[in-house]
């Protein structure tokens, strides 16, 4: 007998491949996940610190460091000495500087995509 679906939450950018691609990687598996604007609604302080303990404290893995806001705000010099709670309020008050896609599921999360570990999170 199988558990309940596993809860996926997707912050996403729909002019974002990347994203979309991995929208339809979930589809084709046939997973059940709610799709949220990135941009409107960036990830909460508390998913951005769960985020942040499945890459180890390392803050730059959230961050999207290859996004036109990440390199106006000139972030490749000033987040490495940045607090994690300056750097957290970036990303919730901007969601284009969260590399996306960024998925939380019970227990776990990733951000960007890579097939492999979508594979290990969802089983």
């Known amino acids: 007998m199988q558990g309940p679906p596993v809860v996926l939450k997707i912050y996403e950018y ?3 491949g990347t994203c979309r ?18 941009r409107e609604q960036p990830p909460t302080e508390a998913e951005l610190r769960r985020m942040l303990k ?10 999207n460091t290859s996004g036109g806001d990440y390199k106006a705000l000139n972030l490749k010099d000033k987040l490495p000495g940045m607090s994690e709670a300056d750097a ?6 901007n969601g284009n500087l969260v590399k ?12 960007g995509f890579r ?3 979508w594979e290990t999170l969802l089983g």
Do not use: D, S, T
């Open 14 to 16: 729909k002019g974002c």
């Open 21 to 38: 691609k991995a929208v339809k990687w979930l589809e084709a598996r046939g997973e059940e996940f709610q799709r949220v604007a990135i």
């Open 54 to 63: 499945v890459y180890g404290g390392n803050i730059r893995r959230l961050f």
């Open 88 to 93: 957290i309020g970036l990303l919730m008050g």
């Open 100 to 111: 996306r896609p960024f998925v939380l599921v019970p227990g776990g999360g990733v951000v």
């Open 115 to 117: 097939e492999e570990e």
